[in-house]
């Protein structure tokens, strides 16, 4: 049994900052990539930043010089530190990541979301 669980939404005001975090629990074997993801209302789910077990990243253009991955191999987490933070980064935000567990192969796991919501 593989969970990801994130942390750290909330309101905030444009320009403002918000750090996300995503940690990794159950029968972890290995992790390879870890990424965000994002869904505003009535919109599909996109892409925002991934970040591969040795540390490479890539961003959304959108996203890029305001946003930054990391991730911590050995407390199995990543996060997502947001700053300059615009309206239109609200949306619910999910962690993804690459996963091989206990009886298992790799696959894709995702976390049940947290909401960033910024307005003034």
């Known amino acids: 049994q593989v969970e990801l669980v994130e942390s750290g939404g909330g309101l905030v005001q444009p320009g403002g900052s918000l750090r996300l975090s995503c940690a990794a629990s159950g029968s972890l074997v290995g992790i390879n990539d870890m990424a965000w993801y994002r869904q505003a209302p009535e919109k599909q789910r996109d892409f925002v930043a991934r970040?591969?077990?040795?540390?490479?990243?890539n961003y959304a253009d959108s996203v890029k010089g305001r946003l930054t991955i990391s991730r911590d191999n050995a407390e199995h987490t990543v996060s997502l530190r947001m700053n300059s933070l615009k309206p239109e980064d609200t949306a619910v935000y999910y962690c993804?990541?690459?996963?091989?567990?206990?009886?298992?192969?790799?696959?894709?796991?995702w976390g049940q979301g947290t909401q960033v919501t910024v307005s003034s």
């Open positions: 970040i591969t077990h040795s540390g490479n990243t």
């Open positions: 993804n990541a690459n996963i091989r567990s206990t009886g298992f192969s790799y696959r894709n796991y």
